[in-house]
């Protein structure tokens, strides 16, 4: 079992930047596929992008692709999603997820694959 903490978030104007980190408990950290997903009020969660558990593999949705970059850190038992140039429409709660994955270079990016969540950090973009 994991458990994850985000932290990061907060106000910023748009074309600014926000580092996201979500820490992790546990000693088997390596073994999980991560994901970062967000949740804007009225709206299904979705997600944003997702690493493998080696890292090798990532993905990111069109909406962020460019501007947002997930990374892992397996000694440090943390992932970040950097997240740059944001917009008035990137203002979310944003989750960390994690789930136990076959492959070293498998990622999920449907909410239904991940058991783990943390407890979100709102990331507000002010125009």
């Known amino acids: 079992q994991v458990q994850l903490v985000e932290s990061g978030g907060g106000l910023v104007q748009a074309g600014g930047s926000l580092r996201l980190s979500c820490a992790a408990s546990?000693?088997?950290?390596?073994?999980?596929?991560l994901g970062w997903f967000r949740q804007a009020p009225g709206k299904e969660r979705e997600s944003v992008a997702a690493?493998?558990?080696?890292?090798?593999?990532?993905y990111y949705a069109d909406s962020v692709k460019g501007r947002f970059t997930i990374s892992r850190d397996n000694d440090k038992n943390s992932a970040y999603l950097q997240m740059n140039s944001l917009k008035p429409e990137d203002t979310a709660v944003y989750y960390c997820a994690a789930t136990r994955t076959l492959y070293s270079d498998s990622y999920y990016i449907k909410t239904r694959d991940y058991d783990y969540w943390g407890q979100g950090t709102q990331v507000t973009v002010s125009s």
């Open positions: 546990g000693r088997t950290f390596s073994s999980y596929g």
């Open positions: 690493i493998s558990r080696s890292g090798g593999s990532a």
